[in-house]
């Protein structure tokens, strides 16, 4: 069984940081990506990084550039979100899903997710 658990979500202030982590289990393929999601209250889900197994390049998009900084351990079983300079507008439930996809273009592919961790972010 697939397993995506997320953890190190919590309450910050504006300009803080926090450090998200993501335990990935079960998985059977030998290359995959994990990537980091967020979703705001009346938002859509957006992507924020991902990295592939193959290569362990992490790729942003334009919400995380600049703050936020993906990782892993050697194994890819777990991966970690480290975010800086936090915004109120950060505020969100923040999920890792991991797949047989291609990091930075399959947003929409990830078959697997984790139930997230709350993320908020006062003034």
């Known amino acids: 069984e697939v397993q995506l658990v997320e953890s190190g979500g919590g309450f910050v202030q504006a300009g803080g940081s926090l450090n998200l982590s993501c335990t990935v289990s079960?998985?059977?393929?030998?290359?995959?990506?994990v990537g980091w999601f967020r979703q705001a209250p009346g938002k859509e889900r957006e992507g924020l990084s991902c990295?592939?197994?193959?290569?362990?390049?992490?790729i942003y998009t334009d919400p995380a550039k600049g703050r936020f900084t993906m990782s892993s351990d050697n194994a890819y079983k777990t991966v970690y979100l480290r975010m800086s300079s936090l915004k109120q507008e950060d505020t969100a439930v923040y999920y890792c899903?991991?797949?047989?996809?291609?990091?930075?273009?399959?947003?929409?592919?990830?078959?697997?997710w984790g139930r997230g961790t709350q993320v908020s972010v006062s003034l």
């Open positions: 079960g998985l059977t393929f030998t290359e995959y990506s």
């Open positions: 899903a991991a797949d047989w996809v291609t990091c930075g273009r399959d947003w929409d592919r990830y078959d697997y």
């Open positions: 990295m592939s197994s193959s290569d362990g390049v992490a």
